[in-house]
């Protein structure tokens, strides 16, 4: 059966450091992969999707980027952190029409 | 522009029926969903509806008007474990597949 797996699950940052999330995935092969970002108040967004090795498009002009160094792995960093980017974090993949997100990481930028 | 809206909050109790209305404008349509997300939780899948009409699964159906821009989320039967948020999402034309446009979703409080 296909897993997503996202680390950390929690993360406290200060303003203008680094970040770095991460997003595997087990039991299928080249899968959809989608950054979601879900703020206090606020739906979950699209941030970035990749529908393969190296190929990466971004919904909404940010803070943030992503990669995809592998098949099934997924990541989303930024140089610098604003306290804007506090938030749920969510990576997500389809099979079929369904979409699937994994447990989430909780961003929080003091 | 896209804009998917639904109630921000709604109160049920144990064992009622409660509809959850959502209404959507989006630049095409491929399917409508919904997704029930426990608080501090990811979503998770609930139901799909692509045509006009009502989708059934369990206590949970799923309804869509495309000539509307309309669909409800009907859960029979309440149980407190249903307390949680409810999304609706559409997935729009352009981009790739699986590109959902999300409604700030409706927060359900069952009480008994």
């Known amino acids: 059966s296909q897993t997503i797996h996202q680390w950390p699950a929690t993360l406290v940052q200060p303003v203008g450091s680094p970040l770095s999330l991460e997003c595997t995935v087990e039991?299928?092969?080249?899968?959809?992969l989608y950054w979601y970002r879900q703020a206090a108040g606020r739906g979950l967004q699209l941030l970035f999707y990749s529908v393969g090795i190296g190929q990466i498009s971004s919904e909404v002009p940010q803070n943030l980027s992503a990669s995809r160094p592998q098949d099934r792995q997924f990541i989303l960093s930024s140089k610098k952190l604003l306290l804007s980017d506090s938030g749920f974090y969510l990576c997500?993949?389809?099979?079929?029409?369904?979409?699937?997100f994994g447990p989430g990481t909780r961003l929080t930028v003091t | 522009g896209q804009n998917i809206d639904q109630p921000t909050e709604m109160t049920a109790t144990e064992g009622a029926i409660v509809q959850i209305n959502c209404t959507y404008q989006?630049?095409?349509?491929?399917?409508l969903f919904w997704y029930q997300q426990h608080a501090g939780e990811a979503p998770t899948f609930l139901s799909y509806n692509v045509l006009d009409g009502l989708e059934e699964k369990g206590r949970f159906s799923s309804f869509l008007s495309r000539s509307k821009g309309y669909s409800y989320l009907l859960l029979k039967e309440l149980q407190m474990k249903d307390s949680a948020s409810y999304l609706c999402?559409?997935?729009?034309?352009?981009?790739?597949?699986?590109?959902?446009?999300f409604g700030k979703g409706t927060k359900l409080s069952v009480k008994p």
């Open positions: 997500a993949w389809t099979s079929g029409y369904e979409q699937y």
């Open positions: 039991g299928t092969s080249n899968p959809n």
């Open positions: 999402a559409v997935e729009g034309y352009g981009g790739s597949q699986g590109n959902l446009i």
């Open positions: 989006t630049s095409g349509f491929n399917g």
